[in-house]
T-cell receptor, first 113, second 116 residues
Framework: NAGVMQNPRHLVRRRGQEARLRCSPM?????VYWYRQLPEEGLKFMVY????????ESGMPKERFSAEFPKEGPSILRIQQVVRGDSAAYFC???????????FGQGTRLTVV | AQTVTQSQPEMSVQEAETVTLSCTYD???????LFWYKQPPSRQMILVIR??????QNATENRFSVNFQKAAKSFSLKISDSQLGDAAMYFC?????????????FGKGTHLIIQP
């Protein structure tokens, strides 16, 4: 049973471009969480999704950031018009249900140049 | 809002010795989960140990144990017989229990160095 798969592992974007980060949850998991880790910081919750629904996006910046988890395919975190401050590691976690253990992927390191 | 505080940016311990990492949190909830995660240089977040707030007994996992003091809102991690492979960032995390689900709230982490 493969773990949570995130790709790409590393992503470089120029300021103003779009970044798309993908997360394939573990088999049988229908709950996905996205977190952002700035240098020298802990992870910060961004958004919690179930299939086709955003459950909690209280940690998501109001502009430029969006997330989806379609019925088929991976969850996508999309950052439009990236700025240098978006440079961070972005982690995805998945779980069977809302109250069970969440397993983390290895993260995508986004660098904005 | 919940907050998690780790007051030790870095800790160092001799191999085979015991080390304790501190964590305090703030919440108005009465029931919740607490976790310790390990993040080695590979960046993978690995769950070390988990504690349910309604359980009075401290959780243990092999060489890892916690000292959970609910009234003091303290949740420290003790690593016994430290090994070189324990070197990593350690994050304390909180999650409340409610009808739906919440994301985890993390502390800023403690960098654990193991001296051979």
């Amino acid at each position: 049973n493969a773990g949570v798969m995130q790709n790409p592992r590393h992503l470089v974007r120029r300021r103003g471009q779009e970044a798309r980060l993908r997360c394939s949850p573990m088999k049988g998991h229908s709950h996905v969480y996205w977190y952002r880790q700035l240098p020298e910081e802990g992870l910060k919750f961004m958004v919690y999704l179930q299939k086709e629904n955003i459950i909690d996006e209280s940690g998501m910046p109001k502009e430029r950031f969006s997330a989806e988890f379609p019925k088929e395919g991976p969850s996508i975190l999309r950052i439009q018009q990236v700025v240098r401050g978006d440079s961070a590691a972005y982690f995805c976690a998945s779980s069977v249900s809302g109250n069970t253990e969440a397993f983390f992927g290895q993260g995508t390191r986004l660098t904005v140049v | 809002a919940q907050t998690v505080t780790q007051s030790q940016p870095e800790m160092s311990v001799q191999e085979a010795e015991t080390v304790t990492l501190s964590c305090t949190y703030d919440t108005s909830e009465s029931d919740y989960y607490l976790f310790w995660y390990k993040q080695p240089p590979s960046r993978q977040m690995i769950l070390v140990i988990r504690q349910e707030a309604y359980k009075q007994q401290n959780a243990t996992e092999n060489r890892f144990s916690v000292n959970f003091q609910k009234a003091a809102k303290s949740f420290s991690l003790k690593i016994s017989d430290s090994q070189l492979g324990d070197a990593a960032m350690y994050f304390c995390a909180y999650r409340r229990i409610r009808g739906g689900a919440d994301g985890l709230t993390f502390g800023k982490g403690t960098h654990l160095i193991i001296q051979p």
